[in-house]
């Protein structure tokens, strides 16, 4: 099994102690990138990736090692601490860079039989909204089963959350990887996603723009071919 952790920030805190540890305890290969300090590029909104096609888009190459290591990953973690009740700058700037592969463009089949897992940290509240930030581009994505998993840590780093927390975490992290491993080569889409898909497939057909169009075509989606079959 092959993980993949987005960080959405470079220092290792309490929501990248337990990203980490999620990770590790996955087994398998695994690879991290932190945000910004692999990629620190905001979207210009020149919508080339819409109507052209990725490779137009003007970070394209930059972008290209994280995107590579999500589409060969069985595991796509998204990690961001609560910044103003909300994930950091540097997750969302990230993000926006996929808005080509939303179901309604152009989604990138592989992922309808992928997990993927949304962890946040706060010193207080903010966590469901931050977990929502991530869990909506996985969601149009396409990802197949998608867990959140947030904890007030009281804290603002890592040394300072208690032991009683650190085992609840432990406790929480264990359960979790064992739930992703059960599930490992077994994943497809839930009824929600069909329904956006089929959606999606009805719009399709009728056409959106070239670019989209095109690639729905060619995968057959716009008939009777489905990703997770």
Same mark, same amino acid.
């Given at each position: ?6 960080? &959405?920030? =470079?220092?290792?805190? =309490?929501?990248?102690?337990?990203? @980490? ?6 087994? &398998? ?24 096609? +990725? ?5 394209? +190459?930059?972008?290209? $090692? ?9 595991? *796509?973690?998204?990690?961001? $601490?609560?910044?103003?009740? @909300? ?9 926006? @860079?996929?808005?080509? %592969?939303?179901?309604?463009? !152009? ?5 309808? !039989?992928?997990?993927?897992?949304? *962890? ?10 931050? #977990? ?29 959350? #208690?032991? /009683?927390? %650190? ?11 064992? %739930?992703?491993?059960?599930? @490992?080569?077994?994943?497809?889409? &839930? *009824? /929600?996603? !069909? ?22 075509? +060619?995968?057959?989606?716009?008939? #009777?071919? !489905?990703?997770?079959?």
């Amino acid at each position: 099994m092959k993980t993949v952790i987005i960080h &959405g920030q =470079s220092h290792q805190g =309490s929501t990248y102690h337990i990203a @980490h540890a999620l990770g590790e305890k996955l087994g &398998g290969e695994y690879k991290e990138f932190f945000l910004p300090r692999d990629f620190d590029k905001f979207c210009v909104g020149c919508n080339q990736c819409f109507m052209k096609g +990725e490779e137009s888009c003007p970070h394209y +190459e930059a972008l290209l $090692p994280l995107t590579k290591a999500m589409d060969e990953a069985d595991v *796509i973690i998204l990690a961001s $601490p609560v910044y103003v009740y @909300h994930a950091t700058g540097a997750m969302k700037a990230f993000l926006d @860079h996929y808005g080509y %592969r939303w179901m309604m463009h !152009r989604p990138e089949g592989t992922m309808f !039989r992928k997990q993927g897992v949304c *962890i946040c940290t706060a010193a207080g509240a903010g966590i469901s909204s931050t #977990n929502k930030d991530m869990a909506d581009s996985l969601f149009f994505w396409g990802v197949g089963k998608i867990y959140r998993y947030g904890k007030g840590v009281a804290a603002i780093e890592w040394k300072g959350v #208690n032991e /009683k927390k %650190r085992a609840s975490i432990e406790k929480a992290t264990t359960a979790l990887a064992n %739930r992703i491993r059960k599930r @490992h080569g077994r994943v497809k889409p &839930g *009824i /929600k996603s !069909r329904v956006w898909f089929f959606a999606m497939h009805l719009m399709q057909r009728k056409g959106f723009n070239e670019a989209d169009a095109r690639y729905w075509k +060619e995968k057959g989606w716009t008939g #009777n071919g !489905r990703p997770w079959k």
